[in-house]
């Protein structure tokens, strides 16, 4: 009969494939760089419905969807330069700790995917110049990127060259 072996701890200092640093390298790049096509597309197209004159997109009682849509492709154009950033940062701190490194990963990438969807869904349907339930999403996506910036300011604070 063989003795049980005793079960392994995993090692606090690994790091999984969530927080590798040449893992969310390669994750932010092609996040900021997919997310760049679309939104700077999403200006091409905002471009032309102002260009062919679209009523359900030019007209005063659209405006409301106007600002929304253009503020979605504002955000996600910056959060795509961000993502691009954030991959930056990682190959230059490579002392940054797994856990803030993986949290400040996901709630930049949560927060690139809720801001400019708030902003675009609560275009969708305004009332009455109020933007869409869509837009609800907005407060969550902006409190994921505050924390993201925190953590990579802290992070940054402690570079050494």
Same mark, same amino acid.
């Given at each position: 009969m063989s003795k049980p072996r005793p079960t392994q701890r995993p090692d606090p200092n690994a790091t999984d494939s969530t *927080?590798? $640093? *040449?893992?969310?390298?390669? !994750?932010?790049?092609?996040?900021?760089?997919?997310?760049?096509? %679309?939104?700077?597309? %999403?200006?091409?197209v905002l471009e032309a419905l102002h260009a062919f004159k679209i009523g359900s997109y030019l007209s005063v009682?659209?405006?409301?969807?106007?600002?929304m849509w253009t503020l979605a492709h504002a955000h996600g154009t910056l959060l795509g330069l961000v993502n691009l950033a954030f991959a930056l940062t %990682? !190959?230059?701190? $490579?002392?940054?700790?797994?856990? $803030? !490194?993986?949290?400040? *990963?996901s709630t930049l990438i949560g927060a690139t995917l809720l801001m400019p969807a708030g902003f675009f869904l609560g275009g969708v349907n305004p009332r009455a110049g109020d933007p869409g339930l869509g837009i609800l999403l907005l407060p969550l996506g902006a409190l994921m990127l505050l924390i993201a910036v925190l953590l990579a300011a802290i992070a940054a604070k402690n570079y050494r060259e």
């Open positions: *927080s590798n $640093p *040449s893992v969310l390298t390669g !994750r932010h790049l092609r996040i900021g760089w997919w997310t760049l096509l %679309l939104f700077l597309t %999403l200006g091409i009682t659209n405006e409301t969807r106007r600002l %990682l !190959r230059v701190l $490579p002392q940054w700790s797994a856990r $803030p !490194r993986g949290l400040a *990963s």
